[in-house]
T-cell receptor, first 117, second 115 residues
Framework: AQTVTQSQPEMSVQEAETVTLSCTYD???????LFWYKQPPSRQMILVIR??????QNATENRFSVNFQKAAKSFSLKISDSQLGDAAMYFC??????????????FGKGTHLIIQP | NAGVMQNPRHLVRRRGQEARLRCSPM?????VYWYRQLPEEGLKFMVY????????ESGMPKERFSAEFPKEGPSILRIQQVVRGDSAAYFC?????????????FGPGTRLTVT
């Protein structure tokens, strides 16, 4: 079974600084999808960024970028120019290729990101 | 285009009662996923449904839990004879197709409290 591990229960960063959230995963698949979701206090899950395993280029969305290391099964999220609105729980998630069941997302336990003004 | 809607947002049940959670997917979406989030935990996949079909229920507890997605109307997650351990936030997500290339759009969740 796939597992997703986020080893940092909590991270703190000064406003305008850069922070990196770690995520590792375990899978025997060669093709899969990885995601970072943000959950603010409203509890709404918001997709931040996604990465297809077959793509070597790291995904980027404005201030958010990932460092995808397929061999190491690592998928970290970098937030540049941190803003107060970035404060939230961040969840790393994995999804296997379709077919054969188990089509849901597998989530890590999350990292609570605190932004210091 | 309204997002995924869940109701109720908060539900309180006494032990032994039944809980019914509803999820209306985004317009044009025919695939629904249910997840459970226990306190201080990430979301755990429960079940994946298409209209009138359960595709994957590998994360669903074998007893007391059931889900449906009828041809008309919302998807329903039903928990019979609730126990304290069922207290959690239940999230529904929808997508336009089953391929993992499609984004899953999440609803705001239903917080179930069992007293």
């Amino acid at each position: 079974a796939q597992t997703v591990t986020q080893s940092q229960p909590e991270m703190s960063v000064q406003e305008a600084e850069t922070v990196t959230l770690s995520c590792t995963y375990d899978t025997s698949e060669s093709d899969y999808y990885l995601f970072w979701y943000k959950q603010p206090p409203s509890r709404q899950m918001i997709l931040v960024i996604r990465q297809e395993a077959y793509k070597q280029q790291n995904a980027t969305e404005n201030r958010f970028s990932v460092n995808f290391q397929k061999a190491a099964k690592s998928f970290s999220l970098k937030i540049s120019d941190s803003q107060l609105g970035d404060a939230a729980m961040y969840f790393c998630a994995y999804r296997r290729p379709s077919g054969g069941g188990a089509d849901g997302l597998t989530f890590g336990k999350g990292t609570h990101l605190i932004i210091q003004p | 285009n309204a997002g995924v809607m869940q109701n109720p947002r908060h539900l309180v049940r006494r032990r032994g009662q039944e809980a019914r959670l509803r999820c209306s997917p985004m317009k044009g979406h025919s695939h629904v996923y249910w997840y459970r989030q226990l306190p201080e935990e990430g979301l755990k996949f429960m079940v994946y449904l298409q209209k009138e079909n359960i595709i994957d229920e590998s994360g669903m507890p074998k007893e007391r839990f059931s889900a449906e997605f009828p041809k008309e109307g919302p998807s329903i997650l039903r928990i019979q004879q609730v126990v304290r351990g069922d207290s959690a936030a239940y999230f529904c997500a929808s997508s336009p197709g089953g391929s993992p290339s499609y984004e899953q759009y999440f609803g705001p969740g239903t917080r179930l409290t069992v007293t």
